[in-house]
């Protein structure tokens, strides 16, 4: 998962790849399907040719990360609630906004954000429930000093999903359970794949995958329930994340383990290349495996002149941006088990790419003044193409 260019950010971040830096999702399994058409915007006119209509028509949910800002500012409130049929919290549900101070809860943001939702038809992809970043410090210090046993961090964390869940139940459609705890081409792998330096798993094991699962369904057996990461599709150039992310949750599904589906965030930069093709065998490889897919956080990075304006340094990045935007939004539909494609923001203006990436931008599909993209009316165009088809000529000549 990814934080908002606006918040305060403390994210480590590897090179020589396409990196993503979000969280997990899984789905429980017997829970119940989006509807497939989405009601109608209370608070906001969704016209026809948005991509929250178009997707609808063929059952596909578009979604955005959507941090306050993007709901009280008119303009991108507007958006939010116009384009898009499914929210996911930027930092809003992360443990450290929610409990920031043990004992002591502020859900302000995420109840915000789960209103706006209902208000506008929405639905809501809750987001996260264990990642090793965005932790808060009462318990990474009392961790670190020893005065939290490994045995109290499993409690606190059973603990955490149970009473986070609980709060939201029947109001999440999908929960990124678990995020990034599997090796990366930089990282120490342990034997299945999973990261050895991994907060999570350095303390607790493998096996803590499977028990925030089981916690998470225990708390809301109707919630979708999934893993999250980046490079999982084969981004990376290779496929070997993604073997190992496959097995992993193929021995998870085997054992009984209500997980449900694996979002691929969709993170890319320009210079590395991408392949949708590959990536529509990857999602289609954990859609074999009888689960759902989901494009969790997809934007587009390239090298732009400077933070604020954005533009482009060259003119073949301009092309190359709503191009993969396009293979990732093509991937999923060509995979009848991917049931959501969720844009992280939408505005270059309050993207969180200019602060981990120097020198990089122009990451979303409205730039900085809100105008409309390129790479807008490229998934416009798709989603087009998918729900009407194209012209029928046979009999025009």
């Not at 949910?61 to 930027?90: C, H």
């Not at 992809?125 to 990474?140: A, E, F, I, N, V």
């Not at 999934?226 to 193929?250: L, P, R, S």
């Not at 012209?391 to 025009?396: E, G």
Request: contains cysteine.
């Amino acid at each position: 998962m990814k934080l908002s260019r606006l918040a305060v950010i403390g994210t480590t971040v590897g090179t020589a790849a396409v990196l993503g830096i979000s969280t997990a999702a899984m789905a429980t399994s017997g829970a119940p399907a989006a509807p497939k058409h989405p009601a109608a915007a209370s608070a906001t006119t969704v016209a026809p040719d948005s991509l929250r209509a178009l997707a609808a028509k063929i059952g596909l949910r578009i979604g955005t990360a959507a941090g306050p800002s993007r709901l009280t500012t008119p303009q991108l409130a507007a958006i939010t609630a116009g384009q898009f049929s499914v929210l996911t919290p930027e930092n809003e549900m992360k443990w450290q906004v929610v409990e920031p101070t043990q004992g002591q809860f502020d859900w302000t943001g995420a109840d915000n954000l789960v209103k706006f939702a209902k208000a506008n038809g929405q639905l809501v992809r809750g987001h996260t429930l264990m990642w090793h970043s965005q932790l808060p410090d009462w318990l990474t210090t009392g961790v670190a000093n020893g005065t939290i046993s490994d045995a109290q961090l499993k409690s606190l964390l059973h603990q955490h999903i149970t009473t986070e869940v609980s709060r939201y139940k029947g109001k999440i459609w999908q929960w990124d359970v678990a995020n990034e705890v599997f090796a990366n081409s930089w990282d120490t792998a342990q034997p299945d794949g999973l990261n050895a330096n991994d907060f999570w798993i350095q303390h607790l094991g493998s096996g803590i995958l499977a028990d925030a699962f089981r916690w998470a369904h225990a708390a809301d057996p109707h919630a979708l329930l999934c893993y999250n990461d980046f490079n999982i599709a084969g981004e990376d150039g290779t496929n070997a994340k993604y073997q190992n992310v496959h097995d992993f949750v193929a021995k998870l599904k085997a054992q009984g383990v209500p997980i449900d589906c694996v979002g691929e965030q969709g993170h890319l930069d320009t210079q590395y290349g991408f392949s949708g093709t590959r990536m529509q065998q990857d999602l289609q490889g954990y859609a074999s495996l009888g689960l759902k897919v989901a494009i969790t956080e997809a934007d587009v990075r390239t090298f732009v002149n400077n933070a604020t304006d954005q533009v482009p340094t060259s003119n073949p990045e301009t092309l190359a941006q709503p191009y993969e935007f396009g293979q990732m939004l093509k991937a999923c539909l060509a995979v009848k088990n991917c049931i959501s494609f969720t844009i992280w923001g939408f505005d270059d203006a309050e993207s969180w790419v200019p602060g981990v990436f120097a020198g990089e931008g122009y990451s979303d599909i409205y730039d900085v003044n809100l105008n409309k993209k390129d790479a807008y009316f490229e998934l416009q165009q798709d989603l087009r193409l998918a729900a009407f088809g194209a012209p029928d000529r046979r009999r025009t000549f």
